[in-house]
Protein backbone atom coordinates (compact mmCIF):
# COMPACT_ATOMS: atom_id res chain seq x y z
CA UNK A 1 0.00 0.00 0.00
CA UNK A 2 1.51 3.12 -1.21
CA UNK A 3 1.93 6.51 1.01
CA UNK A 4 -0.64 8.24 -0.66
CA UNK A 5 -3.30 6.04 -0.28
CA UNK A 6 -2.80 5.21 3.16
CA UNK A 7 -3.28 8.68 3.71
CA UNK A 8 -6.18 8.87 1.62
CA UNK A 9 -8.08 5.59 3.60
CA UNK A 10 -6.95 7.27 7.07
CA UNK A 11 -8.63 10.93 6.11
CA UNK A 12 -11.33 10.21 4.22
CA UNK A 13 -13.52 13.58 4.29
CA UNK A 14 -10.07 15.50 3.63
CA UNK A 15 -9.55 13.38 0.34
CA UNK A 16 -13.29 14.14 -0.40
CA UNK A 17 -12.78 17.56 0.54
CA UNK A 18 -10.34 17.44 -2.01
CA UNK A 19 -12.43 15.91 -4.77
CA UNK A 20 -15.58 18.15 -4.04
CA UNK A 21 -13.10 21.13 -4.87
CA UNK A 22 -11.77 20.08 -7.38
CA UNK A 23 -14.97 18.38 -9.16
CA UNK A 24 -16.64 22.54 -8.04
CA UNK A 25 -13.75 23.97 -10.02
CA UNK A 26 -14.16 22.01 -12.79
CA UNK A 27 -18.07 22.84 -13.43
CA UNK A 28 -17.37 26.05 -12.74
CA UNK A 29 -14.67 26.65 -15.66
CA UNK A 30 -16.33 24.51 -18.02
CA UNK A 31 -18.52 25.91 -20.76
CA UNK A 32 -22.50 26.38 -20.41
CA UNK A 33 -24.88 25.02 -22.20
CA UNK A 34 -25.72 26.05 -25.50
CA UNK A 35 -28.37 28.70 -25.98
CA UNK A 36 -31.75 27.96 -26.66
CA UNK A 37 -33.04 28.90 -30.24
CA UNK A 38 -33.88 32.86 -29.85
CA UNK A 39 -31.92 33.41 -26.95
CA UNK A 40 -29.17 36.29 -27.23
CA UNK A 41 -25.71 35.04 -24.85
CA UNK A 42 -23.03 36.13 -25.33
CA UNK A 43 -20.20 34.58 -27.03
CA UNK A 44 -23.23 31.69 -27.71
CA UNK A 45 -22.29 30.15 -24.09
CA UNK A 46 -24.62 31.60 -21.13
CA UNK A 47 -22.54 32.99 -18.59
CA UNK A 48 -22.34 31.67 -15.24
CA UNK A 49 -24.82 32.82 -12.64
CA UNK A 50 -25.55 33.02 -8.92
CA UNK A 51 -28.12 30.54 -9.23
CA UNK A 52 -25.23 28.24 -11.07
CA UNK A 53 -22.83 28.67 -8.47
CA UNK A 54 -24.99 28.04 -5.80
CA UNK A 55 -26.18 25.03 -6.96
CA UNK A 56 -23.15 23.52 -8.24
CA UNK A 57 -21.81 24.37 -4.61
CA UNK A 58 -24.30 22.07 -3.03
CA UNK A 59 -24.02 19.34 -5.86
CA UNK A 60 -20.72 19.35 -5.21
CA UNK A 61 -20.09 19.66 -1.95
CA UNK A 62 -22.59 17.10 -1.01
CA UNK A 63 -19.40 14.35 -2.72
CA UNK A 64 -17.76 15.28 0.77
CA UNK A 65 -19.84 12.95 2.89
CA UNK A 66 -20.20 10.30 0.01
CA UNK A 67 -18.66 7.62 2.18
CA UNK A 68 -20.89 8.17 4.98
CA UNK A 69 -24.27 8.56 3.29
CA UNK A 70 -23.58 7.69 0.12
CA UNK A 71 -27.70 7.22 -0.79
CA UNK A 72 -28.51 10.48 0.29
CA UNK A 73 -25.73 12.14 -1.52
CA UNK A 74 -26.99 10.06 -4.75
CA UNK A 75 -30.36 11.89 -4.35
CA UNK A 76 -28.98 15.19 -3.57
CA UNK A 77 -26.32 15.16 -6.37
CA UNK A 78 -29.01 13.62 -8.96
CA UNK A 79 -31.76 16.22 -7.84
CA UNK A 80 -29.39 19.06 -8.74
CA UNK A 81 -28.00 17.97 -11.26
CA UNK A 82 -31.91 17.79 -13.14
CA UNK A 83 -33.12 21.00 -11.36
CA UNK A 84 -30.07 22.56 -13.19
CA UNK A 85 -30.77 21.03 -16.68
CA UNK A 86 -34.26 21.85 -16.32
CA UNK A 87 -34.18 25.21 -15.55
CA UNK A 88 -30.76 26.09 -17.89
CA UNK A 89 -29.38 23.01 -19.40
CA UNK A 90 -26.74 22.37 -16.94
CA UNK A 91 -23.21 22.93 -17.61
CA UNK A 92 -21.43 19.92 -19.23
CA UNK A 93 -19.22 18.92 -16.33
CA UNK A 94 -21.68 19.05 -13.79
CA UNK A 95 -22.64 15.44 -14.55
CA UNK A 96 -19.18 14.71 -12.57
CA UNK A 97 -21.44 15.16 -9.33
CA UNK A 98 -24.21 12.15 -9.83
CA UNK A 99 -21.36 10.10 -11.94
CA UNK A 100 -19.17 9.82 -8.46
CA UNK A 101 -22.24 9.19 -6.05
CA UNK A 102 -23.23 6.61 -8.33
CA UNK A 103 -19.92 5.12 -8.23
CA UNK A 104 -19.82 5.15 -4.59
CA UNK A 105 -23.13 3.40 -4.07
CA UNK A 106 -22.22 0.72 -6.65
CA UNK A 107 -18.88 -0.11 -5.01
CA UNK A 108 -21.00 -0.74 -1.91
CA UNK A 109 -24.11 -2.15 -2.56
CA UNK A 110 -24.87 -5.22 -4.55
CA UNK A 111 -24.92 -5.42 -8.06
CA UNK A 112 -28.96 -5.44 -9.02
CA UNK A 113 -29.57 -2.94 -6.25
CA UNK A 114 -25.87 -1.08 -7.80
CA UNK A 115 -27.31 -0.90 -11.41
CA UNK A 116 -30.81 0.04 -10.07
CA UNK A 117 -29.57 3.04 -8.93
CA UNK A 118 -27.43 3.98 -11.79
CA UNK A 119 -30.44 3.12 -14.19
CA UNK A 120 -32.38 5.71 -11.95
CA UNK A 121 -30.10 8.34 -11.56
CA UNK A 122 -29.84 8.26 -15.70
CA UNK A 123 -33.27 8.20 -15.88
CA UNK A 124 -33.44 10.96 -14.15
CA UNK A 125 -31.00 12.99 -16.01
CA UNK A 126 -32.03 11.85 -19.30
CA UNK A 127 -35.76 13.34 -18.46
CA UNK A 128 -34.25 16.91 -17.13
CA UNK A 129 -32.36 17.07 -20.28
CA UNK A 130 -34.79 16.07 -22.69
CA UNK A 131 -36.80 18.57 -21.09
CA UNK A 132 -34.85 20.86 -21.39
CA UNK A 133 -34.05 20.26 -25.01
CA UNK A 134 -37.50 20.40 -25.95
CA UNK A 135 -38.17 16.61 -26.25
CA UNK A 136 -35.34 15.89 -28.05
CA UNK A 137 -33.99 12.30 -26.69
CA UNK A 138 -31.46 11.14 -28.69
CA UNK A 139 -29.22 14.27 -28.44
CA UNK A 140 -25.83 14.01 -27.77
CA UNK A 141 -26.28 16.37 -24.85
CA UNK A 142 -28.83 13.76 -23.73
CA UNK A 143 -27.08 10.41 -24.17
CA UNK A 144 -23.92 11.58 -22.84
CA UNK A 145 -24.98 11.47 -19.33
CA UNK A 146 -26.07 8.02 -19.67
CA UNK A 147 -23.01 6.92 -21.06
CA UNK A 148 -21.39 9.16 -18.07
CA UNK A 149 -22.99 6.88 -14.91
CA UNK A 150 -23.39 3.92 -16.81
CA UNK A 151 -19.47 3.97 -16.61
CA UNK A 152 -19.40 5.38 -13.10
CA UNK A 153 -21.60 2.44 -12.24
CA UNK A 154 -19.63 -0.42 -14.17
CA UNK A 155 -16.72 0.91 -12.35
CA UNK A 156 -18.07 0.92 -8.85
CA UNK A 157 -19.67 -2.39 -8.74
CA UNK A 158 -16.40 -3.78 -10.42
CA UNK A 159 -14.55 -2.45 -7.37
CA UNK A 160 -17.67 -3.67 -5.00
CA UNK A 161 -16.82 -6.83 -6.61
CA UNK A 162 -12.78 -7.00 -5.90
CA UNK A 163 -12.94 -6.01 -3.04
CA UNK A 164 -15.39 -9.46 -2.33
CA UNK A 165 -13.12 -11.56 -4.48
CA UNK A 166 -9.86 -10.50 -1.99
CA UNK A 167 -12.13 -10.64 1.34
CA UNK A 168 -12.83 -14.33 0.09
CA UNK A 169 -9.01 -15.12 -0.95
CA UNK A 170 -8.37 -13.65 2.76
CA UNK A 171 -10.97 -15.40 4.65
CA UNK A 172 -9.82 -18.30 2.99
CA UNK A 173 -6.33 -17.53 3.93
CA UNK A 174 -7.61 -17.47 7.40
CA UNK A 175 -9.46 -20.44 7.84
CA UNK A 176 -6.70 -22.51 6.05
CA UNK A 177 -4.03 -20.94 8.28
CA UNK A 178 -6.50 -21.97 11.51
CA UNK A 179 -6.88 -25.36 9.99
CA UNK A 180 -3.04 -25.96 9.92
CA UNK A 181 -2.52 -24.67 13.60
CA UNK A 182 -5.51 -27.09 14.62
CA UNK A 183 -4.07 -30.06 12.80
CA UNK A 184 -0.85 -29.08 14.31
CA UNK A 185 -1.93 -28.77 17.70
CA UNK A 186 -4.58 -32.28 17.26
CA UNK A 187 -1.40 -33.90 16.06
CA UNK A 188 0.54 -32.52 19.32
CA UNK A 189 -2.22 -33.77 21.56
CA UNK A 190 -1.93 -37.34 19.53
CA UNK A 191 1.53 -37.67 19.82
CA UNK A 192 1.82 -36.62 23.76
CA UNK A 193 -1.27 -39.42 24.29
CA UNK A 194 0.50 -41.97 22.87
CA UNK A 195 3.86 -41.43 24.50
CA UNK A 196 2.42 -40.84 27.81
CA UNK A 197 0.18 -44.36 27.20
CA UNK A 198 3.68 -45.65 26.29
CA UNK A 199 5.26 -44.46 28.99
CA UNK A 200 2.34 -45.77 31.79
CA UNK A 201 2.11 -49.08 30.28
CA UNK A 202 6.28 -49.52 30.48
CA UNK A 203 6.78 -48.32 33.91
CA UNK A 204 3.99 -49.69 35.22
CA UNK A 205 4.34 -53.15 34.16
CA UNK A 206 7.80 -53.20 35.15
CA UNK A 207 7.73 -51.16 38.68
CA UNK A 208 5.04 -53.65 39.69
CA UNK A 209 7.32 -56.67 38.94
CA UNK A 210 10.31 -54.84 40.71
CA UNK A 211 7.35 -54.25 43.85
CA UNK A 212 6.45 -57.63 43.71
CA UNK A 213 9.70 -59.33 43.65
CA UNK A 214 11.33 -56.64 46.04
CA UNK A 215 9.06 -57.61 48.82
CA UNK A 216 9.73 -61.49 48.25
CA UNK A 217 13.39 -60.75 48.55
CA UNK A 218 12.50 -59.20 51.82
CA UNK A 219 10.29 -61.64 53.06
CA UNK A 220 13.15 -64.92 51.93
CA UNK A 221 15.89 -63.18 52.32
CA UNK A 222 16.96 -64.51 55.89
CA UNK A 223 15.56 -67.91 55.20
CA UNK A 224 16.10 -68.91 51.92
CA UNK A 225 18.60 -66.67 50.74
CA UNK A 226 18.86 -68.61 47.02
CA UNK A 227 15.29 -67.09 46.40
CA UNK A 228 16.10 -64.04 47.82
CA UNK A 229 19.22 -64.02 45.11
CA UNK A 230 16.64 -65.16 42.15
CA UNK A 231 14.21 -62.33 43.37
CA UNK A 232 16.54 -59.70 43.26
CA UNK A 233 17.87 -60.53 40.18
CA UNK A 234 14.55 -60.41 38.72
CA UNK A 235 14.49 -57.12 40.23
CA UNK A 236 17.20 -55.84 38.40
CA UNK A 237 16.32 -57.40 34.71
CA UNK A 238 13.06 -55.83 35.19
CA UNK A 239 14.98 -52.47 35.85
CA UNK A 240 17.75 -53.17 32.98
CA UNK A 241 14.30 -53.69 30.58
CA UNK A 242 12.48 -50.21 32.58
CA UNK A 243 15.39 -48.33 31.63
CA UNK A 244 15.86 -49.28 27.72
CA UNK A 245 12.28 -49.36 26.92
CA UNK A 246 12.29 -45.61 28.66
CA UNK A 247 15.25 -44.83 26.74
CA UNK A 248 13.67 -45.44 23.62
CA UNK A 249 10.29 -43.53 24.35
CA UNK A 250 12.09 -40.29 25.59
CA UNK A 251 14.07 -40.31 22.82
CA UNK A 252 11.23 -39.69 20.69
CA UNK A 253 10.72 -36.41 22.84
CA UNK A 254 14.94 -35.56 21.81
CA UNK A 255 14.48 -35.68 18.40
CA UNK A 256 12.51 -34.32 15.46
CA UNK A 257 10.19 -36.81 13.21
CA UNK A 258 7.70 -38.99 13.58
CA UNK A 259 7.66 -41.26 16.56
CA UNK A 260 8.27 -44.28 14.27
CA UNK A 261 11.37 -43.06 12.49
CA UNK A 262 13.19 -43.79 15.46
CA UNK A 263 12.34 -46.85 17.18
CA UNK A 264 15.26 -49.00 17.81
CA UNK A 265 13.27 -52.05 18.02
CA UNK A 266 9.82 -52.96 16.69
CA UNK A 267 6.81 -52.59 18.59
CA UNK A 268 5.69 -54.82 20.67
CA UNK A 269 2.79 -57.53 19.87
CA UNK A 270 1.03 -60.30 20.70
CA UNK A 271 3.78 -62.50 20.11
CA UNK A 272 5.66 -61.19 22.78
CA UNK A 273 2.88 -62.41 24.62
CA UNK A 274 4.80 -65.83 26.07
CA UNK A 275 7.41 -63.67 27.77
CA UNK A 276 4.85 -61.34 28.97
CA UNK A 277 3.14 -64.27 31.01
CA UNK A 278 6.70 -65.65 31.91
CA UNK A 279 7.10 -62.42 33.28
CA UNK A 280 4.68 -62.36 35.66
CA UNK A 281 4.58 -66.14 36.50
CA UNK A 282 8.26 -65.50 37.64
CA UNK A 283 6.83 -62.61 40.08
CA UNK A 284 4.39 -65.26 41.35
CA UNK A 285 1.55 -64.27 40.10
CA UNK A 286 -1.00 -67.59 39.16
CA UNK A 287 -1.52 -66.60 35.77
CA UNK A 288 -3.16 -69.24 32.98
CA UNK A 289 -3.29 -68.43 29.10
CA UNK A 290 -4.97 -69.67 26.20
CA UNK A 291 -4.72 -68.64 22.81
CA UNK A 292 -8.10 -69.52 20.51
CA UNK A 293 -8.12 -69.53 16.63
CA UNK A 294 -5.41 -69.78 14.57
CA UNK A 295 -2.68 -67.43 15.50
CA UNK A 296 -1.70 -64.63 12.26
CA UNK A 297 0.01 -61.39 11.80
CA UNK A 298 -2.17 -58.51 12.67
CA UNK A 299 -1.43 -54.60 11.35
CA UNK A 300 0.60 -52.99 13.66
CA UNK A 301 -1.51 -50.61 15.51
CA UNK A 302 -4.08 -53.80 16.31
CA UNK A 303 -1.06 -55.76 17.65
CA UNK A 304 0.30 -53.17 19.57
CA UNK A 305 -3.12 -52.26 21.09
CA UNK A 306 -3.76 -56.03 22.11
CA UNK A 307 -0.24 -56.24 23.60
CA UNK A 308 -1.08 -53.37 25.81
CA UNK A 309 -3.90 -54.29 27.18
CA UNK A 310 -2.87 -57.25 28.27
CA UNK A 311 -0.14 -56.30 29.74
CA UNK A 312 -1.80 -53.27 31.62
CA UNK A 313 -4.74 -55.56 32.94
CA UNK A 314 -1.80 -58.24 34.28
CA UNK A 315 -0.37 -55.70 36.05
CA UNK A 316 -3.26 -54.09 37.59
CA UNK A 317 -4.23 -57.80 38.68
CA UNK A 318 -0.49 -57.76 40.13
CA UNK A 319 -0.70 -54.14 42.23
CA UNK A 320 -4.41 -54.91 43.30
CA UNK A 321 -4.59 -58.68 43.29
CA UNK A 322 -1.29 -59.94 43.97
CA UNK A 323 -2.71 -63.24 45.53
CA UNK A 324 -5.83 -63.94 42.58
CA UNK A 325 -5.49 -66.39 40.24
CA UNK A 326 -5.67 -65.19 36.74
CA UNK A 327 -6.42 -65.78 33.28
CA UNK A 328 -5.57 -64.28 30.12
CA UNK A 329 -7.11 -65.46 26.46
CA UNK A 330 -6.63 -64.52 23.27
CA UNK A 331 -8.94 -65.11 20.42
CA UNK A 332 -8.53 -64.94 16.63
CA UNK A 333 -11.92 -64.75 14.71
CA UNK A 334 -12.00 -63.93 11.15
CA UNK A 335 -11.95 -60.20 11.37
CA UNK A 336 -10.78 -58.93 15.00
CA UNK A 337 -8.92 -60.20 17.77
CA UNK A 338 -10.40 -60.30 21.68
CA UNK A 339 -8.54 -59.57 24.52
CA UNK A 340 -10.20 -61.04 27.28
CA UNK A 341 -8.10 -60.68 31.25
CA UNK A 342 -9.99 -61.98 34.69
CA UNK A 343 -8.99 -62.73 38.20
CA UNK A 344 -11.35 -64.41 40.71
CA UNK A 345 -10.71 -61.88 43.05
CA UNK A 346 -9.22 -63.02 45.71
CA UNK A 347 -7.09 -60.26 46.79
CA UNK A 348 -7.52 -58.13 50.21
CA UNK A 349 -6.59 -55.40 48.27
CA UNK A 350 -10.00 -55.54 46.79
CA UNK A 351 -9.43 -56.96 43.56
CA UNK A 352 -8.13 -54.25 40.63
CA UNK A 353 -11.45 -52.95 40.49
CA UNK A 354 -9.55 -50.11 43.05
CA UNK A 355 -7.26 -49.34 40.87
CA UNK A 356 -9.16 -47.90 38.39
CA UNK A 357 -7.30 -44.76 36.62
CA UNK A 358 -5.22 -43.74 33.84
CA UNK A 359 -4.16 -46.92 32.91
CA UNK A 360 -7.76 -48.14 32.69
CA UNK A 361 -8.20 -44.81 30.43
CA UNK A 362 -5.15 -46.05 28.67
CA UNK A 363 -6.39 -49.38 27.86
CA UNK A 364 -9.68 -47.87 26.44
CA UNK A 365 -7.93 -44.93 24.41
CA UNK A 366 -5.93 -47.99 22.59
CA UNK A 367 -8.79 -50.03 22.08
CA UNK A 368 -10.83 -46.93 20.25
CA UNK A 369 -7.87 -45.51 18.72
CA UNK A 370 -8.09 -48.85 16.57
CA UNK A 371 -11.79 -48.76 16.63
CA UNK A 372 -12.21 -51.43 18.79
CA UNK A 373 -14.68 -51.70 21.92
CA UNK A 374 -13.89 -52.03 25.61
CA UNK A 375 -15.10 -53.31 28.93
CA UNK A 376 -13.83 -53.44 31.82
CA UNK A 377 -15.35 -53.91 35.46
CA UNK A 378 -16.30 -56.59 37.91
CA UNK A 379 -17.88 -59.78 37.34
CA UNK A 380 -20.17 -61.99 39.46
CA UNK A 381 -17.84 -64.27 40.61
CA UNK A 382 -16.24 -61.45 42.62
CA UNK A 383 -13.33 -60.49 40.53
CA UNK A 384 -12.25 -58.01 37.69
CA UNK A 385 -12.53 -58.08 33.92
CA UNK A 386 -11.02 -56.71 30.97
CA UNK A 387 -12.33 -57.58 27.72
CA UNK A 388 -11.78 -55.84 24.37
CA UNK A 389 -12.44 -56.51 20.67
CA UNK A 390 -9.95 -55.27 18.32
CA UNK A 391 -11.28 -55.31 14.52
CA UNK A 392 -8.01 -56.58 11.93
CA UNK A 393 -9.97 -54.74 9.08
CA UNK A 394 -8.32 -51.72 7.13
CA UNK A 395 -10.37 -49.36 9.16
CA UNK A 396 -9.12 -50.78 12.82
CA UNK A 397 -5.65 -50.98 11.64
CA UNK A 398 -4.81 -47.68 9.78
Known amino acids: MTWLRREVLSRPYAADTILAVCVYAMTLLAPGAPPQPGAQWHGGMRPLTGYDIALAAVVCGALVFRQRWPRAVLAVTVTGFAAYAVIDGGRSLLTLGPAIAVYTVASRCPRRHAWAYGGLAALVVVVARGVF ?52 ERRVMEERLHIARELHDVLAHHIALINVQAQVAAYVLATQPEQARAALSHVREAGKEA ?43 KLDWQIDGDPRPLPAPVDLAAFRIAQEALTNVSKHAPRAAATVRIGYAADEVIVDVADDGRSGAGGISSGIGHGLIGMRERALS ?15 RVHAVLPISRKGGR
Open 133 to 184: DGGAWLTPDVLAPIAFIGMATAVGDSLRSRRAYVAAVEERARRAEETREEEA
Open 370 to 384: VDGTFFAGPVDSGGF
Open 243 to 285: LEELRTTVGLLRRPGSRDEFLTEPAPGLDRLPELVDSFTAAGL
